[in-house]
T-cell receptor
Framework: AQKVTQAQTEISVVEKEDVTLDCVYE???????LFWYKQPPSGELVFLIR??????QNEISGRYSWNFQKSTSSFNFTITASQVVDSAVYFC?????????????FGTGTSLTVIP | NAGVTQTPKFQVLKTGQSMTLQCAQD?????MSWYRQDPGMGLRLIHY???????DQGEVPNGYNVSRSTTEDFPLRLLSAAPSQTSVYFC??????????????FGPGTRLTVT
């Protein structure tokens, strides 16, 4: 079974619109870590955020915000006032910690296109 | 710090050839991993290592070998290349502090084509 599901394969928005990328995870561990990465067209993987299972505070960084809800096993990512530079593939990932060799499980990614 | 480096950036192989993708990190990270990225499939773990001398299989290990003789280096060997191994390969490293997991740092990737 997929440990991380990103049901949205592709999303297109017009510049300045808000967009939310969904991420649903599955784990039986009580300690785990969630991540978001961005992969722009140039191909590199850029780390955006890490969240621990024991810290459910939402986080805002500029136009980016993350909503972590353990009750629904979701870790959604919202971009406010999207810009063309936000066009990329976004990956959500789960790590169950050092007991599993720090394996990361990635979702299949959401391709975001921001239309000018 | 150079971070995570990978060589080569591009490679074309014929079916049946073998080769080694190089990966090195200079951050003294204990964890290292190899992924392959295929369209629509995200990043899939091939092999990983929790420290020098210790490696284990990930989700898609068939056709690949790894070794970790030093903390810095984690080469990936393709034993007999097949067209199904055409992909982009990423190496990553990470670390933990008192069991607290930190993010993975990724190399720039190797684009491999097997004809």
């Amino acid at each position: 079974a997929q440990k991380v599901t990103q049901a949205q394969t592709e999303i297109s928005v017009v510049e300045k619109e808000d967009v939310t990328l969904d991420c649903v995870y599955e784990t039986r561990d009580t300690t785990y870590y969630l991540f978001w990465y961005k992969q722009p067209p140039s191909g590199e993987l850029v780390f955006l955020i890490r969240r621990n299972s024991f810290d459910e505070q939402n986080e805002i960084s500029g136009r980016y915000s993350w909503n972590f809800q353990k009750s629904t096993s979701s870790f959604n990512f919202t971009i406010t006032a999207s810009q063309v530079v936000d066009s990329a593939v976004y990956f959500c990932a789960l790590s169950e910690g050092s007991n599993t060799g720090n394996q990361f499980y990635f979702g299949t990614g959401t391709s975001l296109t921001v239309i000018p | 710090n150079a971070g995570v480096t990978q060589t080569p950036k591009f490679q074309v192989l014929k079916t049946g050839q073998s080769m080694t993708l190089q990966c090195a990190q200079d951050m003294n990270h204990e964890y290292m991993s190899w992924y392959r990225q295929d369209p629509g499939m995200g990043l899939r773990l091939i092999h990983y290592s929790v420290g020098a001398g210790i490696t284990d299989q990930g989700e898609v290990p068939n056709g690949y070998n790894v070794s970790r003789s030093t903390t810095e280096d984690f080469p990936l060997r393709l034993l007999s290349a097949a067209p199904s191994q055409t992909s982009v390969y990423f190496c990553a490293s990470s670390y933990s502090v008192r069991g607290y997991i930190h993010e993975q740092y990724f190399g720039p990737g190797t684009r491999l084509t097997v004809t």
